[in-house]
């Protein structure tokens, strides 16, 4: 379930109520007690082609889209969180052990929230090998209920390990489980937001659908390799899908995608390279936590540098109804949801550690023509809540009965470094604009950090411009901030009686050196 070592519950019980989500929107199937062994459909043994994926997504579009028969063994139906956390892969067990390849797979059990079956087999000399499930494959805790099943019950995701910390120690480097979800992360950090297969309806009035990967293919590694290649079939009522991911992990991790979605009706809201994250509170907008963290997120911006080349930092919210903003393009250069605070101070959290959380950049290949990258921000009074979902929407409905290519580039690590200018927002904090008491006017503080290797002395003056699609913006102020070695923009905002307004700063400098464009849309 993201990793059933994963220390941090927070984080496994976000992952659970995902999977919930997908199944309550998506299939609406609820288990039965009896089963029989589930049958390989996609995933069988076989000759496997660059394009075996692709011709079952395709001929799997021509028919009505068949739910997932989720049932499961009366042992398995109603497992606890604690009894699913008492299944455990052997990682003796585990996928080219021992072999000395540079990557090794464990499989995740059915139960508890992720009942969907998937699909695995393994893929070698052009030859796909079912890999059916085995009980001897997992360790059972004294809470799990006996006897478990011996027929091939399938899977209900798999994760790679690599050696990307230790070059003695296989470390969980990437996930696949519930619905089209995966994680991944770079050197030195733990598990926070999530990549998707894709969004469609996302915040629609009638109910968002989740696609689901039906089944993988994993080719082995060649020795002495840094990549290692997935191939999953998507399904969802309105579409399938054939992906393939390339995968190199490192300080950054980097995720090649290829795919092609086959719709079988016009999709009209769809979201490409959707992430999805957390974000509970920070130094701006705390409004009335109660909590003794400073900040509370898996990501604290959406970072975008658009087709004309102009970057773009947009703080997250956690607002008190949804919002939905959309940030027209052509051509996109990259976006993403980035944690871009790295200090532990700023979140004192032993366990869950937001400091190490991976941002996650999306880099288009080839011409995305026109569309909006979109940010959909939800309201949560916890943290165990993925808010957060970001994707690209393109302009032109898909058709139905069409085939639609696209590729785009993963990075899962740091603050991605495409196209950074003389400064970068580090910081955004608000609050009332009076001293003397309460006042409908707020004040922003923007802090701006020069970027490794920029000279100050040689950008010339700073100008700072402030714009707001509604209400007044006064007292525009450029300090030097001695603490930070950046620079600190403020200004008054005047709200007017106005209930949500967008806001847009625009610092500049003498030499033309651009920095990055600060928006956010307040809200009353």
């Not at 994926?53 to 989720?70: G, H, I, M």
């Not at 165990?384 to 899962?412: C, M, Q, T």
């Not at 400064?423 to 604009?433: F, I, K, Y």
């Amino acid at each position: 379930m993201f990793g059933t070592d994963e220390p941090d519950r927070r984080l496994v019980l976000r992952a659970a109520l995902g999977a919930v989500a997908a199944v309550v929107a998506g299939t609406g199937v609820t288990a039965s007690p009896a089963l029989a062994a589930v049958q390989a459909n996609f995933a069988t043994s076989g000759t496997f082609t660059r394009s075996t994926v692709a011709e079952l997504a395709r001929n799997l579009a021509k028919s009505a889209f068949q739910p997932l028969d989720t049932s499961l063994p009366d042992v398995l139906d109603q497992l606890s969180y604690d009894q699913y956390r008492d299944i455990r892969f052997k990682p003796e067990a585990a996928v080219w052990a021992n072999s000395g390849l540079p990557f090794q797979m464990q499989l995740f059990h059915r139960g508890f929230y992720f009942k969907d079956p998937v699909e695995v087999a393994l893929v070698e000399n052009g030859q796909a090998r079912h890999l059916a499930y085995d009980p001897q494959m997992f360790s059972y805790g004294p809470l799990v209920p006996q006897p478990v099943p011996t027929e091939d019950i399938g899977f209900s995701g798999l994760r790679l390990h690599g050696t990307i910390n230790r070059p003695d120690y296989y470390d969980e480097i990437l996930v696949f489980q519930g619905a089209s979800y995966f994680r991944s992360l770079g050197k030195g950090q733990i598990y926070g937001l999530s990549g998707r297969g894709l969004a469609l309806k996302t915040a629609d009035p009638e109910g968002e659908e989740f696609p689901v990967y039906r089944a993988f293919w994993v080719e082995t590694p060649v020795a002495g390799s840094e990549t290692c290649v997935v191939h999953a079939l998507l399904d969802s009522p309105s579409t399938t899908g054939a992906y393939r991911f390339t995968i190199r992990p490192g300080e950054t991790t980097l995720m090649d995608v290829e795919a092609q979605l086959f719709p079988r009706v016009d999709l009209d809201k769809v979201g490409l390279a959707p992430g999805t994250s957390m974000y509970f509170f920070s130094a701006n907008g705390r409004g009335d936590v109660d909590d003794f963290r400073p900040e509370v997120h898996d990501s604290d911006g959406l970072l975008m540098v658009t087709g004309r080349g102009e970057r773009l930092w947009r703080p997250l919210a956690n607002p008190k109804e949804l919002q939905i903003s959309a940030f027209v393009d052509r051509s996109p250069r990259g976006f993403g949801l980035i944690q871009r605070d790295r200090a532990f101070d700023n979140y004192q959290d032993l366990e869950a550690a937001y400091e190490r959380r991976p941002s996650l950049w999306v880099e288009p290949v080839g011409d995305w023509g026109a569309g909006a990258v979109t940010l959909v921000e939800i309201p949560t009074d916890a943290e165990i809540h993925d808010n957060i979902v970001a994707y690209w929407a393109p302009k032109d409905k898909i058709p139905a009965g069409s085939e639609f290519s696209f590729a785009y580039r993963l990075a899962w690590g740091g603050d991605p470094g495409m196209s950074v200018g003389a400064a970068t927002v580090g910081s955004t904090r608000s609050g009332r604009a009076g001293v003397g008491g309460p006042t409908p006017e707020r004040l922003f503080v923007v802090d701006y950090l020069f970027t490794p290797g920029t000279d100050p002395a040689k950008l010339g003056a700073p100008k700072a411009t402030v714009s707001a699609s509604k209400g007044v913006v006064r007292n525009v102020v450029i300090r030097q901030n001695p603490a930070t070695q950046g620079l600190r923009v403020s200004f008054e905002l005047d709200p007017q009686n106005e209930g949500l307004i967008e806001l847009r700063l625009v610092l500049a400098f003498e030499s033309g050196t651009p920095a990055e464009t600060w928006v956010y849309r307040w809200t009353s």
